[in-house]
């Protein structure tokens, strides 16, 4: 049938990527379409393999347009410096909450690292940042990120001595709601908690459920990483 492609014909399929790549640049640069410009993008890194040019049209289609998934890959580069930009996390985090901020595809991911970069300090002047943490663990934990809802669990058992009580019952909320999502250590820091009476009274059956969903999810894990080695 006409119009298709014979991918056992290795300059036919050749022919077509480069057709592809000259579609998406145009829909980028002479249609000004944000969504055109990250599909170069995905096209120059994942068919092509080049990088450098990966990263200018990311930086283009972040910078011009704030496409929340070119901001948040733009953010990832600058972590490890790919593609020729400068390793910079301090960069990272400014893409990752330009793409937090701008909501769609890749933005709640973008809000946890928002949360990581501020909770570790490195990319706010060495000063860990536990206001901003815990508002875009929240924000991230809201759109159903269950590490970020973790990390909120952790930060409320902790607590800071720069204004962070420590609070078991926030504590206790996001542990549920890790082990809702299905994180296993969620449910193992819940179970213990419902177990010694932290942030709620004591309830042994109620313990004995999570600790038991908490292994389920464990030997998931493993079933996972079994089949992923075979």
């Avoid at 000063?127 to 929240?138: H, I, V």
């Avoid at 709620?200 to 059956?205: G, Q, S, V």
């Avoid at 313990?207 to 464990?218: F, I, T």
Wanted: net charge neutral.
């Amino acid at each position: 049938m006409a119009g298709l492609i014979n991918f056992e014909d290795e300059k036919e399929v050749k022919q077509f990527l480069d057709n592809l790549g000259v579609e998406y640049s145009f829909q980028c640069y002479s249609e000004k379409d944000p969504e055109g410009c990250q599909r170069l993008a995905d096209y120059l890194e994942g068919v092509k393999k080049n990088y450098e040019s990966t990263a200018k049209v990311l930086k283009h289609n972040c910078e011009t347009y704030g496409h929340a998934e070119s901001c948040y890959k733009l953010g990832a580069y600058h972590v490890t410096g790919k593609g020729g930009v400068t390793s910079c996390l301090k960069t990272a985090y400014s893409c990752f909450l330009r793409s937090c901020n701008a909501g769609g595809k890749k933005s709640i991911d973008a809000c946890h690292n928002v949360g990581l970069l501020a909770h570790d300090g490195r990319a706010m002047e060495g000063e860990p940042d536990l206001t901003a943490a815990r508002q875009y663990y929240e924000k991230a934990c809201d759109g159903g990120f269950a590490p970020s809802c973790f990390n909120l669990s952790a930060l409320y058992i902790e607590g800071n001595s720069k204004g962070l009580a420590p609070d078991m019952t926030q504590a206790l909320k996001y542990a549920d709601r890790a082990c809702e999502l299905g994180h296993v250590w969620g449910c193992a820091n819940a179970s213990r908690m419902y177990k010694l009476g932290d942030g709620t009274a004591k309830d042994e059956k109620k313990a004995e459920e999570l600790k038991n969903r908490a292994k389920q999810l464990h030997g998931l894990e493993k079933e996972k990483q079994l089949k992923f080695g075979e």
